[in-house]
């Protein structure tokens, strides 16, 4: 084993492989590997110049027990920056201590400083590469010993009634409703970046941990110490990148539904709310208002005059988004001359397509810069110039046909290596154009994210998910650990997308509980496909924007005069909030703090709070109590130690450490204000 101090980093050199560790920001390690001649430029998701830190390299020598019993001295090497050390052995196994205390450490059976017999039989290694046939690439796996009773979170938004991830294999890939940020923080007091776009697998598994990348050239994970969560993801975002500071002037009702069709159902909404006195701050055309996927601009048929409909509804002070996807039909104006400039995504075998629905198509490549710039290019004339303020960049994973990944190629590489990355660079067609053209901050809606995608103004959602309690359930995870993975401006379809019948009462208490929810979340979005599908379609063309079926009304008002009552007074209760919202907003902005967090993010010190995962704050100021049970109408609600709690609905004041049984009327999801 060679180790060489090079300008402050700890580079060594171990059967072929070369490993560089380095400080990168605040107590913080960048550790790189690579079988190939030299790494490759790529810094991924670090993307911010971390603080000047210089890491302090030494080697030293220690005993090794030989097997026949003998000692001899062999060499090992460390790398000390601030509160975090990585320490190498001699056989090039990497250990992690925060202020000497080992908190991470890759896979290795040892006894007595010796390699045990048990792993040279097993032949199980620490960093396994696989040259992938053909290729430059390699299939790589990286283990880590496990860690009794250690609890992980972040990761991204998974589908599962999961908060604490230990135990769980994730895929790292992107699907509709999955959004893979691969940036875990550990109840250990560390967080850990896979700073890899590759499509492959984390398992957190109680005999270890395994990382596995299908196609990569470089091992890339970041590794930082902290004392609290808190501390940890500000040293993430530092280096990571933050959200900007968010608009006062969207933080209040964004409206939607699937689909309005025309432009005078848009204007009827925006109406019919100003005359109710309801402030929507952003109104959201949804798909097929189109030609055909790929054309990017309106149905003239139906939306004749697209800036007298956006100038009417900036006078009401309504601010317009409009849903761009990147499939391109082959019947696209605009799919030839893409197709013929090498624009779009190209499969390895088999017919040119990647997606199937309402047509043959195939997606935008936006790793390629001239795509970024055609696409904006059309977008700007058919969109952006007609004032439209904002772009739903829907199916941004991209919702393949089929999810089989090791068919399609961008023009930086096989998908198996970088597909992670596409839902971001997607939102940069949009995101670095937009900042160009315009002052102030640029916020788009996207349906997935990677690692440091908030730094590209995505407001995030959870995908076409549910119309149940159990989706309900599993969002408030999604949302938490994605705040953890450094997301803040996360979002849901109020009441689930997927409803069969808007009529049944069952989902109607569905609505209430999840509206109430997300007054109390980063953005409040009215959306959802609201069944059934009785309304009669507008044209008899099987194309254009009045071919497709449309959801029933989804407004305010859409579910019943008492339930208006209800949404109606919560939503008084979100425009009372303002100043507090802003400054949760500004708190993202500066600290890469979440607006909804786990109890444990304000309270590390009570070790109940680790546990909890059915209550969440909203900030430092809101304890939220969710209800998850359809015909609930009480709930059991844990308060932290060291502060007492006032329930809003009857300014009732209890002491922390307890829990406490309070009623759950519909007309009220409980919540506690922390005083």
């Known amino acids: 084993m060679k180790f060489v101090n090079e300008n402050g980093a700890l580079v060594f050199y171990h059967q072929g492989e070369t490993v560089r560790v380095e400080a990168w920001g605040k107590d913080s390690l960048r550790v790189r590997s690579t079988m190939l001649q030299e790494f490759t430029n790529c810094d991924w998701a670090l993307t911010e110049k971390p603080d000047v830190t210089q890491g302090k390299v030494e080697t030293f020598f220690r005993d090794n027990w030989v097997g026949d019993g003998t000692i001899n001295q062999v060499e090992y090497a460390s790398i000390t920056n601030g509160r975090i050390r990585c320490e190498v052995n001699f056989v090039g196994v ?3 201590f925060r202020d000497d205390k080992l908190i991470l450490r890759e896979y290795y059976r040892s006894y007595g400083g010796t390699i045990s017999k048990c792993s040279r039989c097993l032949k199980i290694i620490n960093r396994e590469w696989k040259g992938v046939i053909g290729g430059t690439g390699f299939k790589l796996s990286v283990k880590f010993d496990e860690n009794p009773g ?20 994730l895929e790292l890939a992107q699907r509709n409703s999955q959004i893979s940020v691969p940036f875990m923080i550990s109840s250990l007091g560390y967080g850990l970046l896979w700073n890899n776009p590759a499509v492959g697998r984390v398992s957190f598994a109680k005999s270890f941990t395994e990382w596995v990348a299908e196609s990569t050239r470089v091992m890339d994970y970041w590794i930082t110490a902290g004392e609290n969560p808190k501390e940890i993801l500000k040293s993430y975002t530092a280096v990571a990148g933050r959200a900007p500071k968010f608009p006062e002037d969207l933080m209040g009702l964004w409206q939607c539904k699937l689909r309005y069709r025309t432009q005078d159902e848009v204007l009827e909404v925006a109406r019919a709310y100003q005359k109710e006195g309801i402030k929507i701050d952003q109104i959201v055309i949804d798909f097929f208002h189109w030609t055909v996927q790929g054309d990017w601009k309106f149905d003239s048929k139906y939306w004749p005059d697209p800036k007298a409909m956006v100038d009417e509804l900036h006078s009401m002070g309504i601010k317009v988004i409009v849903s761009v996807w990147p499939s391109v039909d082959r019947k696209s104006e605009n799919f030839y001359p893409m197709m013929e400039e090498g624009l779009l995504i190209r499969t390895e075998r088999g017919a040119a397509q990647t997606y199937d629905y309402q047509g043959d198509c195939v997606e935008i490549d936006p790793f390629n810069p001239k795509t970024r710039e055609y696409v904006w290019n059309v977008c700007k004339k058919n969109y952006y110039d007609y004032g439209i303020d904002a772009f739903w960049l829907d199916n941004s994973e991209p919702d393949y046909g089929v999810y089989d990944f090791e068919n399609y190629r961008y023009s930086v590489g096989p998908a198996l290596e970088v597909s992670n990355m596409y839902p971001q660079m997607y939102s940069r067609v949009f995101y670095d154009k937009m900042k160009e053209e315009k002052d102030g901050v640029v916020v788009n809606l996207l349906r997935c994210a990677w690692a440091g995608s908030q730094k590209y103004g ?68 009215m959306h959802g496909d609201r069944g059934p599908y009785n309304i009669p379609p507008l044209d008899t063309r099987d194309w254009g924007g009045g071919y497709l079926h449309t959801g029933q009304p989804n ?28 400054s949760l907003y500004d708190e993202a902005s500066s600290n890469g703090s979440p607006l909804i967090r786990t109890m444990f993010y304000e309270f590390p010190e009570d070790e109940k ?23 609930c109408y009480e709930r059991t609600v844990y308060l932290p130690k060291g502060a007492k709690w006032k329930l809003t609905s009857t300014g009732e004041v209890f002491d922390g450490g307890q829990c406490v049984k309070v009623d759950a009327p519909i007309e009220y999801m409980p919540v506690f204000e922390k005083n």
Not at 458 to 465: A, E, F, L
Not at 619 to 630: M, N, R, S, T, V
Request: aromatic share 20%.
């Open 555 to 582: 407004e305010l008002w859409s579910y019943g005069e008492d339930n208006y009552k209800i949404m109606r007074k919560y939503y008084d209760v979100r425009i009372s909030m303002h100043d507090y919202i802003k």
């Open 94 to 96: 990497m250990s992690f």
């Open 609 to 631: 709070c680790w546990d909890l995962q059915d209550q969440y704050m909203f900030g430092d100021k809101y304890l939220c109590a969710p209800i998850f049970e359809l015909n």
């Open 150 to 169: 250690e609890k992980i979170y972040g990761m991204g938004q998974y589908q599962q009634p999961y908060l604490d991830l230990k135990g769980n294999v």
């Open 458 to 525: 995505n407001v995030v959602w959870s995908g076409d998910v549910p119309s149940t309690f159990e989706s309900f359930y599993e969002q408030v995870q999604a949302g938490l650990n994605m705040g953890l993975a450094g997301i803040p401006w996360w979002t849901t379809d109020i009441g689930g997308f997927m409803t069969d019948d808007v009529n049944d009462p069952d989902f109607r208490q569905l609505l209430i509980r999840w509206y109430q929810f997300a007054v109390y979340s980063a953005v409040l979005r």
